[in-house]
């Protein structure tokens, strides 16, 4: 993954930039294109389904709500802020097939994470969410697949409660992971939530999920301030929370930003 370039000016924030301003238009529009894609996708996630036609999409899907606002902006960029994913199973995250890759097939009983994000002029929403194919009211999910799903949805729940002015990152990874033991689960270990900023979806305050013990040692611990902007990445495993690397190759890149002083 490339290393973004220094800049002694630090990024603007969601404070200065949105709040500050009081462009609240952005905080209005993030929700409705957001949830409103999302909610196709989850739609779309069908036994027989092939993974790249709806990520292919999502991202479509993306590109047109978003060209249809701020259109007098001729100059300001919008539109996909992270590719739409939909990773199956055991893969942990960011799956994102080319057309060119073997077809991938969604079947009844698969466990979906759903991945995607929005920008407008910079300003970044993501977004996630988790299902089963096939699941419904008469066929419920039941078992593990119940357990980690209802982990992940009660850790996702405490942690927005969690992040706060004066909060601090560590304290939220430790209520994560004390969510996920309690279903006999653990929190996917090194999994990092960033600060959002604009034009930048990794920014430098995290909060690292079921860290390593060198993990502890090197993360630095942050403390959340007034309008900061968080992507709160929750995973939850059903074994160790360990991961390994995969054959599959890497379709996702973040562009390397360069700042001038």
Known sequence: MAEKGDSSDEEP???????????????????????GVLAQVIEACVAGAAIVDVCEM?????????????????????????????????????????RSDPPLILGDGDLIKVELGVHVDGFIAVAGHTLVVGASKDNKVTGRQADVMQ???LAGEIAHRMVVPGGDSMTVSSAIQKVASSFNCNSVEGILCHQLKRNN???????ILNPTEQQKREHKSCEFELYEAYAIDIIISSGEGKTRQLDTRTTIFRRRMMFIS
């Not at 979806?201 to 909060?207: G, L, R």
């Open 58 to 98: 999502g991202d479509k899907m993306i590109f047109e709500e978003t060209k249809n606002v701020y259109k007098k902006e001729k100059d300001m960029k919008k539109g996909i802020a992270f590719p739409t994913c939909l990773s199956v199973n055991n893969c942990v995250c960011h799956f994102s097939p080319l």
């Open 201 to 207: 979806y990794d920014s430098e305050k995290t909060i």
């Open 151 to 153: 982990a992940a949805y």
């Open 13 to 35: 924030t969601i404070a200065e930039d949105v709040v500050g301003s009081l462009n609240t238009k952005w905080l209005e529009i993030w929700p409705t294109f957001v949830s």
